[in-house]
């Protein structure tokens, strides 16, 4: 009974210190825009796609379309998950959903944030 005892709190302290994320403190309260790349075959030019990252969990995702001179804007909430999870819930479909969980990275001023697909886009601190 003992052993059972010992594995729970050391599986409950594992969660503990396990889950935390590792975009606490990097991600709230920035602004981010996106640098030169291509895409899935789609040249991306620099600027083009903006974050914005409220201390309150609220974020706008904004693109900016070069051709139409049209920007398109989603506006939501996002919250922190285990590692570099991040969700990403938006007020109107993206890619067919409102939610999206993102891999994110943040070293220095530089943020990489990949896609369920394996898509990859980085972005500069603004």
Not at 64 to 71: G, H
Not at 101 to 116: A, R
């Amino acid at each position: 009974m003992r052993s059972v005892s010992r594995l729970a709190v050391v599986t409950a302290l594992f969660c503990l210190v396990g889950c935390k994320s590792n975009n606490e403190g990097k991600i709230e309260a920035t602004r981010w825009t996106s640098i030169a790349c291509t895409v899935k075959g789609v040249e991306v030019p620099p600027d083009m796609l903006q974050l914005s990252f409220g201390g309150d969990g609220r974020m706008i995702y904004r693109i900016e379309n070069p051709a139409t001179a049209a920007d398109i804007t989603h506006k939501g909430t996002y919250s922190l998950g285990m590692g570099d999870f991040v969700t990403l819930n938006l007020d109107e479909p993206l890619a067919g959903s409102k939610t999206h969980m993102q891999t994110v990275k943040i070293d220095g001023n530089q943020l990489t944030m990949i896609d369920s697909d394996g898509t990859s886009m980085t972005f500069n601190k603004k």
